[in-house]
């Protein structure tokens, strides 16, 4: 499939799928060296960038992304703004806004989330690279879901210049693809140090030394709570990693049991001062009952437009930081999130990578996803999240297929700055894995 | 969490709730903050930072400039004369 033929079917595609909130317009590639999109959470000069949400319709950036720039210097041509959950507030993307992007495995099942739109068309184009956004597993999740290779870098490796914000601490910009290989070529191209974003500018340069994945710890507890279909794709892809002479065992990692409370309690805070800036002014929606005082208009446009978990997970992260409970929630997951980096730590000075299945189960149908609570939907991301607070660098392989044709995912976890051990296990790993396509029927 | 500091940190996050709201995210939220005590028990190293990495302080000489065209800026914003409309302070 040529460029050409890819914009001239990508809409028809999009209208079943729901992969894209904004398109291009242009059907002709031009002189572009290869077609990508982008999460919705990625500022974009010429698209509308909503971040899934209904505060911020109608939003046209003045500036890219720093990621979509350096995508764009290279040859790329930005084919659409992918959905996600708002904000990127959820595990499968139907926490939205707008559209909910629809499984090119099932359209009956959820793509994850919260990057789910790169997700579904990074597997159902081809040749296409999309970029996503991790903050608690938002790529390795619907990486694993649409049976894609997906990676998020060690914080601070990809500029968040453009970036609307979730929870500063814990973003992280990344690839998904249908190849291996992009993840080397992609995350090259995106990364380096920016001066617009400090938090980028301490990264050693990302250099191709060659480093192979030889060895592997599997953590004790991280292969509990697991479908059987899944553990059973686990158990044979370990086996399959030994008969490529990769060294895997079972280490203990206690703090990772209160990673996700840690988690929940970071991005919360996080995500609850960072959205204190729509209030219906300046950008996005605007124009609400200016008849009110401003503490009602900011209350009344904010409750109108925000989403039911954005507003959930704003009360639950003004109440963490608020005084007499920071001390006990915020002040000490911070503290927990340094003996989580401890303990990979320890693994990282014996092993090359921590491994884990990417989630417990496979895609659910919607009506399963609505059927579960909050806290069951947090709980859904408990192999993700601890990459994810200690930020280092993490990639979801596709690894099997459950019993109904689903996709199934494994998590290669690296240390800070390793990502080269993540390129060379993805590309060793899809020498020997029998990828099976989704049939795109529109 | 009660219904009442639901609705003092809802007032404080400036979002406004109905009734059926207030009883959801109570319920939702006592189930979620029963799940953070496992934070209590964590051990307690003592070790603290906001980062998950060390960040280097970057700083630059304070040289005015303009990155973007003020017209661009203001082309979807709600103005009045080139400021940008808000709702009243009194």
């Given at each position: 499939m040529?460029m050409?033929?890819?914009?001239?079917?990508?809409?028809?595609?999009n209208?079943?799928y729901?992969?894209?909130?904004a398109?291009t317009?242009?059907?002709?590639?031009?002189?572009?060296?290869?077609?990508?999109?982008?999460k919705?959470?990625?500022?974009?000069a010429d698209?509308e960038?909503c971040s899934?949400?209904?505060i911020l319709?109608?939003y046209?950036?003045?500036f890219?992304?720093e990621?979509?720039?350096?995508m764009?210097?290279?040859?790329g041509?930005l084919i659409?703004?992918?959905?996600?959950?708002?904000?990127?507030?959820g595990?499968?993307?139907?926490?939205?806004?707008?559209?909910i992007?629809?499984?090119p495995?099932?359209?009956?099942?959820s793509?994850?989330?919260?990057?789910?739109?790169s997700?579904c068309?990074?597997?159902v184009?081809?040749?296409?690279?999309?970029l996503?956004v991790?903050?608690?597993?938002?790529?390795?999740?619907?990486a694993?879901?649409?049976?894609?290779?997906g990676?998020?870098?060690?914080y601070?490796?990809?500029s968040?210049?453009?970036?609307?914000d979730?929870?500063?601490s814990?973003d992280k910009?990344g690839?998904?693809s249908?190849?291996?290989?992009?993840?080397r070529?992609?995350?090259?191209?995106?990364?380096?140090r920016?001066?617009?974003?400090?938090?980028s500018?301490?990264?050693?340069e990302l250099?191709d030394t060659?480093?192979k994945?030889?060895?592997?710890?599997?953590?004790?507890?991280?292969?509990?709570?697991?479908s059987?279909?899944?553990?059973d794709?686990?158990?044979?892809?370990?086996?399959?990693?030994k008969s490529?002479?990769?060294?895997v065992e079972?280490?203990?990692?206690?703090?990772l049991?209160?990673a996700?409370p840690?988690?929940y309690?970071l991005a919360?805070?996080?995500?609850?001062?960072?959205?204190?800036r729509?209030?219906?002014?300046?950008y996005?929606?605007?124009?609400g009952?200016?008849?009110?005082?401003?503490?009602?208009?900011?209350?009344?446009f904010?409750?109108?437009?925000?989403?039911?978990?954005?507003?959930?997970?704003?009360?639950?992260g003004?109440?963490?930081?608020?005084?007499?409970?920071?001390?006990?929630?915020?002040?000490?997951?911070?503290?927990?999130?340094q003996?989580v980096?401890?303990?990979?730590?320890?693994?990282?000075?014996?092993?090359d990578?921590v491994l884990?299945?990417t989630?417990p189960?496979?895609?659910p149908?919607?009506?399963?996803i609505?059927?579960m609570?909050?806290l069951?939907?947090y709980k859904?991301d408990?192999?993700?999240?601890?990459?994810?607070?200690?930020g280092?660098?993490h990639?979801s392989?596709?690894?099997?297929?459950d019993?109904?044709?689903?996709?199934?995912?494994?998590?290669?976890?690296a240390?800070?700055?390793?990502?080269?051990v993540l390129?060379?296990a993805?590309e060793?790993?899809?020498?020997?894995?029998?990828?099976?396509?989704?049939?795109v029927?529109? | 969490?009660?219904r009442e500091?639901?609705?003092r940190v809802?007032?404080?996050?400036?979002?406004?709730l109905s009734e059926?709201?207030?009883?959801?995210?109570?319920?939702?939220?006592?189930?979620?903050?029963?799940?953070?005590?496992?934070?209590?028990?964590a051990p307690?190293?003592?070790?603290?930072?906001?980062?998950p990495?060390?960040?280097?302080?970057v700083?630059?000489?304070?040289v005015p400039?303009?990155?973007f065209d003020?017209?661009?800026?203001?082309?979807?914003?709600?103005?009045?004369e080139?400021y940008v409309r808000g709702?009243?302070?009194?």
């Open positions: 040529t050409r033929d890819v914009l001239s079917s990508f809409r028809e595609i209208s079943k729901h992969m894209f909130h398109v317009g242009d059907a002709d590639p031009g002189d572009a060296a290869f077609l990508f999109s982008a919705d959470n990625l500022t974009s698209m960038t899934g949400s209904r319709e109608g046209r950036p003045a890219d992304a990621s979509i720039a350096r764009r210097a290279a040859g041509k659409g703004k992918c959905n996600m959950d708002e904000f990127g507030f595990t499968f993307s139907v926490n939205s806004g707008l559209e992007p629809r499984n495995y099932d359209p009956e099942r793509c994850g989330g919260s990057s789910g739109g997700a068309a990074a597997a184009f081809e040749d296409h690279v999309s996503g991790s903050t608690g597993g938002s790529i390795c999740c619907p694993s879901f649409c049976g894609i290779y990676i998020a870098p060690t601070g490796r990809v968040r210049y453009g970036l609307i979730y929870g500063n814990l910009i690839v998904l249908a190849r291996a290989g992009d993840m070529k992609y995350i090259h191209m995106i990364s380096g920016d001066p617009k974003d400090p938090t500018c301490a990264q050693p250099k060659g480093r994945l030889k060895s592997a710890a599997v953590p004790k507890d991280g292969t509990e709570g697991l059987a279909d899944v553990k794709a686990f158990d044979r892809s370990l086996e399959k990693l490529m002479g990769i060294d079972t280490v203990e990692m206690p703090s049991k209160y996700m840690a988690y309690v919360t805070s996080e995500a609850s001062t960072n959205l204190a729509y209030v219906g002014m300046r996005g929606r605007q124009r009952d200016l008849s009110l005082r401003f503490d009602d208009y900011f209350s009344s904010r409750s109108e437009y925000f989403g039911e978990e954005a507003k959930r997970r704003i009360l639950l003004t109440y963490t930081r608020m005084a007499g409970f920071r001390d006990r929630y915020y002040a000490k997951a911070l503290r927990v999130r003996s980096i401890a303990d990979y730590k320890s693994v990282f000075s014996r092993f990578a884990t299945p989630m189960f496979t895609a149908r919607f009506g399963e609505s059927g609570s909050a069951d939907a859904a408990y192999l993700t999240v601890p990459a994810n607070l200690a280092t660098p990639l392989v596709p690894c099997g297929y019993r109904n044709g689903m996709p199934i995912g494994m998590q290669f976890v240390d800070h700055w390793n990502e080269e390129f060379d993805a060793s790993w899809e020498k020997g894995f029998e990828m099976v396509k989704p049939e029927k529109v | 969490m009660d500091t639901v609705e809802a007032r404080a996050a400036h979002i406004k059926s709201e207030l009883e959801k995210y109570s319920s939702d939220l006592n189930e979620i903050l029963t799940y953070f005590e496992l934070l209590d028990e307690d190293t003592g070790k603290t930072g906001v980062n990495v060390e960040i280097a302080d700083l630059r000489d304070d400039r303009s990155d003020p017209d661009v800026l203001l082309r979807d914003m709600d103005t009045y080139r709702p009243r302070l009194l």
